[in-house]
């Protein structure tokens, strides 16, 4: 399934907007923020004022949130196109494989080895090791 310009594009400009919307987000206040302000909290010398940047910062995340909204609309549709779009999975339902036993087999190198008997070689088994304790 190859993708193409256009939706990597309009993929690339939701992703940007997922994120502006992400920090706009971040970076508001919240309701009880407004009380702090009134009693001289700092925020009322702010860069737009005491209201001016919630007003600034909810506007610029409400033009994020369309643009992330009208982007993901345009990739739904992009892809409903491209694919030949089933309203439903259920509408072209696929029967799994049947399944197949695994044919056994058996061949010379699967048998086990016929059972010898094997004496310990008496030159390669030490008769006193270095941990053992000498008998007296």
Do not use: W
């Amino acid at each position: 399934m190859g993708m193409s310009g256009f939706s990597i594009v309009l993929l690339v400009i939701q992703i940007i907007a997922a994120i502006a919307i992400i920090c706009l987000v971040l970076l508001q206040h919240g309701k009880g923020a407004d009380m702090g302000a009134a009693f001289g909290s700092g925020s009322a010398g702010s860069l737009f004022g005491s209201s001016g940047s919630a007003n600034f910062l909810s506007r610029m995340t409400s033009t994020a949130v369309t643009i992330f909204f009208v982007a993901t609309l345009a990739l739904t549709y992009i892809g409903f196109k491209t694919t030949g779009g089933s309203g439903s999975v259920f509408d072209n339902p696929q029967t799994p494989p049947a399944a197949v036993p695994a044919a056994v087999t058996t061949t010379p190198a699967d048998e086990a080895p016929a059972a010898t008997t094997t004496q310990p070689n008496p030159e390669s088994t030490p008769t006193q090791g270095v941990n053992q304790i000498p008998a007296n």
